[in-house]
Structure formats: structure tokens, C-alpha cells
């Protein structure tokens, strides 16, 4: 079955990405973009879990030193 794209502006990413991905045809060129963002989709976690992640890996690096001179260390790093 052949695609039709009545959309010009569809059209002309459709062929955009034909040429940069070096497609055989528009149709393979829509069928791998529609697969990755299926597969982004699917893959994407939600808001809640990402954030849960972020907190379990602030809560393992802990509270910043109160003693850290960060003066000092800028220092100590530019010194040849």
C-alpha cells in the first residue's frame, strides 16, 4: 500500500529525512521514524519514577561537607 502525504510541509520533512537518513523510499524513511518514537515512548519513564530515581541517587551522594572550602579548591585546581 503506497503513502500519501497531503500535508506539504509533512511532505517536505518527509523527504528531508529521506535524504539524511539515506533512505530507499519516504515510506522506509516514516516507518524508521515512527518505530523510534514508538520505541522513545515506550522507553520513557514517568515524571514520578524519574524523580524517585533523582532522590535515591542525591540520598547515596548524602549532605554536602559544611567544612568544604570551596576558595581552597578552586585554587588547588588552577595551580600548574
Do not use: C
Not at 5 to 12: H, K, L
Amino acid at each position: 500500500m503506497p503513502l500519501y502525504i497531503r500535508d506539504d510541509e509533512v511532505d517536505a520533512l518527509a523527504a528531508k529525512l529521506q535524504r539524511e537518513t539515506n533512505a530507499s523510499s519516504k515510506t522506509e524513511a516514516v516507518r524508521t521514524a515512527l518505530l523510534h518514537e514508538l520505541e522513545r515512548h515506550r522507553t520513557k519513564l514517568p515524571l514520578r519514577d524519574r524523580i524517585v530515581k533523582l532522590q535515591a541517587e542525591a540520598k547515596k551522594i548524602g549532605l554536602p561537607n559544611p567544612d568544604f572550602d570551596m576558595k581552597k579548591f578552586t585554587n588547588e585546581m588552577w595551580e600548574d
